[in-house]
């Protein structure tokens, strides 16, 4: 099994150009991965490298919702 780069926030920033408020937006739009929580009952939160480089490229696209 392959081992996912986990990055935070500030790289995710630096990654997009964007500002903390604009990742949040296009989060709740659906057109931003969510990223992944470190602890349920804490608010530090990751992303996968892999889908942040996904999203640059153009091929990242919002998991299906199961009715």
């Known amino acids: ?19 903390r408020s604009t990742l949040y937006a296009k989060i709740a739009d659906g057109k931003f991965p969510r990223g992944t929580k470190l ?6 939160r990751v992303w996968f490298e892999d889908e942040v480089e996904q999203f640059q490229r153009g091929e990242w696209k919002p998991a299906e919702v199961a009715a």
């Open 39 to 44: 602890d349920p009952t804490g608010q530090s």
């Open 1 to 19: 099994m392959a081992v996912r780069k986990v990055i935070r926030i500030s790289k995710v920033l630096d990654a997009t150009g964007w500002s």
